[in-house]
């Protein structure tokens, strides 16, 4: 699949890179912050020792950094869009040409997976989208 990304989210992407040696594989752009998905096995050094390169990167944007590690998985890495929250299990259905990914989330950390104001979900449903095709994404 070929991503389409703003002018922007290539500046950002490249501005990230710069700061972290990492480059990220895409970026959403928002209002009050940016969304970037991080090569597999690379989070740790996109945030750095104690989160430091990701403040950062912060600093140097003016906006707030939110990253999600990449996955060759759909399942994982609509498990990864949602983390920190619990994820137990992702379950993908196709229906009438809709894919739909129903995750299973910890009572607990429900509240995590759906973020202030239903920004994490949110963010996961576009990234599961651009990334894989699916529609949606439920919590189940």
């Not at 430091?52 to 990449?70: G, P």
């Amino acid at each position: 699949m070929t991503l389409t990304l703003s002018d922007e989210a290539r500046r950002y992407i490249a501005a990230f890179a710069d700061a972290t040696g990492v480059t990220p594989v895409d970026c959403l752009v928002e209002d009050d912050r940016a969304v970037f998905v991080v090569p597999a096995g690379e989070m740790g050094a996109a945030i750095g020792p104690g989160g430091q390169t990701v403040e950062e990167v912060e600093e140097q944007l003016d906006t707030r950094v939110d990253l999600v590690e990449d996955a060759d998985d759909p399942a994982a890495f609509v498990a990864n869009c949602l983390a920190p929250a619990a994820v137990r299990n992702v379950t993908l259905s196709t229906q009438g040409g809709s894919t739909v990914a129903y995750v299973e989330v910890a009572q607990a950390d429900r509240g995590v997976a759906i973020g202030a104001g239903g920004e994490s979900i949110e963010t996961a449903r576009r990234l599961a989208d651009r990334h894989f095709d699916i529609d949606d994404v439920q919590l189940a």
